[in-house]
């Protein structure tokens, strides 16, 4: 089905120069802390939870092997089939997740593609949701394994929360100083945090070898029936086991998808397969282990070191998330989801290091939030998994859209592909619907509260954007218009930021009204977000004349990439515009925008969108322009 894919080819190329660099194996080995983190410590609870939730009237052996044989096939179809197998061929230029997709679907979906841009909304609001419970419910969880340690004193269980919460606090600032020193480390760590979780695994399978009955299905189909509804509530926790399987096609730019693919099949999915083996037959044979099945099969010669690895591998984990949320913060930014945001780099050399600010802060509140809120991990797994399931098929809609529109397949084809796992995810989220009450309301708050927030900011820079439009001469007929009547003329060049290169910036129209000057050269510069993560330097800048007095310049950056207008302006030279950069003057329209009941949006909203202009980064220093070279000039707009 790949071999369809319109951009397959150079998606392949551009994942690939860096597997011939580094090594395919040290690829592999590198995904293994910041794709596999994640469902890499699902064995601390999944098995917990999904056992805790069991009818008592359910023979213990069925429970046993029904939960197994559901986490042991939902690993296949869920992360083996559907992601590994499909959805990593629908990569774009490489890259994947929710809104690398979301702008590949757009580029060939037909007509208006309105419901795919609110489908990335959606997607990345939900990725938030699970930014915040995952590093709060892996980290609690590994830190709870103290309390069964041999040695601890029984006083030990009041310092889980706070030995929680200052692991997290410590984790949200060092981010400020980059993770790339350490992140080397992550592979390794996690590589043999599997091989221990393997190991574990096949040390307790001896205790019943009858557990190798849990891999047939039907196991699972008779667990579910015999407990009811209440069976239908269990998927939920058997879904976390599961959690992070969507990293695997987020990170895909980073690692590429055939490193991915071999890191699943040949190290994770095996240990974790017979972790979960090994808790089934522990409970098996001491039935009383079901209570905490992961730190049960433990031996106490080595618990210590075992969970110290558990805490480092839940560290990584979490790691790998708040790294996520900042990737995803800069492609919201970039495609228009969000106002401009603080995005700082914290590697010269590594283009994945970045850091913002307010995302951080605002993840690390919302940890400490639901940590102290919720206290236990397993009251943590009732809202854990909405956002997840959520994101999942978000995921799975875009697909049908790749297949049917991109891949060019027939709507049965495309309905049949994505209906199957549609209809998994459906499954899925509605057993987590039902934990509402119990905490799974919080990411789908969340989540459409930061939905809100992306539709106002979209919304309200459209009506912008029109407004000024509709207020604007056309560039060409004022070009007309000074030839005839030529100003003061200034020395040097101007460069006018704008939106829409075929309109008069605003700066330059109160430039003339004001200061009555036209200079040398004016260059009308645009900034243009294409629907692929990364464009190349030889395609970055292009130049139309207008007139003597005129260029357009529009600069092209990828929504994975950070703008920085002096260093391709740099590129002009190369097409036959010089000028000294130092000897520039950049004009910047600052608008000041004021409510108005005939906006096209509600009054509330209006303030909201307001607000969020008000707050959003600067553009001198959004853009890497030389301050001293900024002239600001205000206006008022009513929205």
């Known amino acids: 089905m790949a071999e369809t894919a319109v951009d397959a080819p150079k998606a392949s190329e551009d994942v690939s120069h860096s597997a011939h660099k580094e090594g395919f194996w040290a690829l592999a080995l590198g995904s293994m802390g910041v794709v596999f983190g994640d469902i890499g410590t699902s064995p601390l609870y999944a098995m917990r939870e999904a056992l805790r939730h069991t009818r008592a009237s359910v023979a213990p052996e069925l429970a046993v092997l029904g939960v197994v044989s559901l986490v042991t096939w939902a690993l296949i179809l869920i992360v083996t089939v559907k992601y590994v197998v499909f959805l990593m061929r629908a990569d774009n230029k490489g890259e994947g997740g929710t809104l690398a997709l979301m702008a590949l679907a757009q580029r060939f979906v037909p007509r208006r593609s309105g419901w795919v841009f609110m489908l990335g909304m959606i997607g990345a609001a939900l990725f938030y949701g699970d930014g915040i419970i995952t590093p709060a419910m892996s980290v609690l969880s590994a830190v709870e394994g103290v309390r069964d340690a041999p040695g601890a004193p029984h006083e030990v269980a009041r310092m889980v929360v706070p030995a929680a919460a200052a692991i997290l606090v410590a984790l949200f600032l060092v981010q400020a100083r980059g993770t790339a020193n350490v992140a080397r480390f992550f592979g390794p760590v996690c590589a043999v945090w599997f091989l221990v979780l393997a190991g574990l695994g096949v040390y307790h399978i001896a205790d019943d070898l009858s557990i190798f009955r849990a891999l047939s299905p039907h196991y699972g189909v008779i667990f579910l029936i015999d407990n009811g509804f209440l069976g239908f509530v269990i998927l939920g926790s058997v879904f976390l086991a599961v959690t992070g399987a969507e990293a695997l096609y987020a990170d895909m730019g980073h690692f590429g998808r055939d490193p991915i693919r071999a890191a699943w099949l040949v190290l994770v999915l095996p240990s974790l397969l017979l972790n979960y083996l090994g808790q089934g037959a522990l409970v098996l044979h001491h039935p009383g282990a079901h209570v905490d099945p992961f730190y049960r099969m433990i031996p106490q010669a080595i618990y210590w070191p075992v969970l110290l690895l558990a805490n480092a591998a839940t560290i990584i984990a979490s790691q790998a998330v708040i790294t996520g949320a900042f990737s995803m913060t800069q492609q919201a930014v970039s495609l228009g989801l969000f106002p401009r945001i603080d995005i700082r780099?914290?590697?010269?050399?590594?283009?994945?290091?970045?850091?913002?600010?307010?995302?951080?802060?605002?993840?690390?509140?919302?940890?400490?939030?639901?940590?102290?809120?919720?206290?236990?991990?397993?009251?943590?797994?009732?809202?854990?998994?909405?956002?997840?399931?959520?994101?999942?098929?978000?995921?799975?809609?875009?697909?049908?859209?790749?297949?049917?529109?991109?891949?060019?397949?027939?709507?049965?084809?495309?309905?049949?592909?994505?209906?199957?796992?549609?209809?998994?995810?459906?499954?899925?989220?509605?057993?987590?619907?039902?934990?509402?009450?119990?905490?799974?309301?919080?990411?789908?708050?969340?989540?459409?509260?930061?939905?809100?927030?992306?539709?106002?900011?979209?919304?309200?820079?459209?009506?912008?954007?029109?407004?000024?439009?509709?207020?604007?001469?056309?560039?060409?007929?004022?070009?007309?218009?000074?030839?005839?009547?030529?100003?003061?003329?200034?020395?040097?060049t101007a460069v006018f930021l704008t939106s829409d290169p075929d309109t008069a910036p605003?700066?330059?129209?109160?430039?003339?009204?004001?200061?009555?000057?036209?200079?040398?050269?004016?260059?009308?510069?645009?900034?243009?977000?294409?629907?692929?993560?990364?464009?190349?330097?030889?395609?970055?800048?292009?130049?139309?004349?207008?007139?003597?007095?005129?260029?357009?310049?529009?600069?092209?950056?990828?929504?994975m990439e950070s703008p920085n207008i002096p260093k391709a302006l740099g590129l002009c030279r190369k097409q036959g515009l010089k000028f000294d950069i130092m000897a520039t003057s950049f004009f910047l329209g600052r608008r000041s925008v004021v409510p108005s009941a005939q906006s096209g949006m509600p009054l509330w909203q209006d303030k909201l969108f307001i607000f969020l202009m008000k707050n959003a980064a600067n553009p001198t220093d959004f853009y890497k322009i030389p301050p001293g070279r900024v002239v600001e000039m205000g206006t008022q707009v009513s929205v």
């Open 345 to 492: 780099r914290t590697s010269e050399t590594q283009a994945g290091q970045i850091y913002v600010p307010q995302v951080n802060t605002f993840l690390m509140v919302g940890v400490l939030v639901l940590l102290f809120v919720f206290q236990k991990s397993e009251n943590l797994a009732a809202a854990y998994g909405i956002a997840v399931t959520g994101a999942m098929f978000v995921d799975t809609l875009l697909f049908f859209v790749i297949v049917r529109w991109m891949w060019k397949r027939p709507f049965w084809v495309a309905m049949t592909a994505a209906g199957g796992f549609g209809l998994l995810d459906v499954t899925f989220i509605s057993s987590n619907l039902l934990k509402i009450p119990q905490g799974a309301w919080l990411p789908l708050v969340l989540g459409s509260a930061l939905v809100l927030v992306m539709w106002t900011w979209t919304r309200g820079a459209q009506i912008l954007t029109d407004k000024t439009r509709r207020d604007s001469v056309p560039l060409s007929e004022l070009a007309e218009i000074l030839k005839a009547r030529a100003p003061h003329r200034a020395p040097g």
């Open 506 to 559: 605003v700066a330059l129209m109160h430039n003339l009204k004001h200061n009555r000057v036209l200079h040398e050269k004016n260059i009308i510069l645009t900034v243009h977000t294409a629907e692929t993560p990364r464009v190349r330097d030889e395609d970055r800048v292009r130049i139309e004349p207008v007139n003597e007095d005129f260029k357009k310049v529009v600069i092209g950056y990828g929504f």
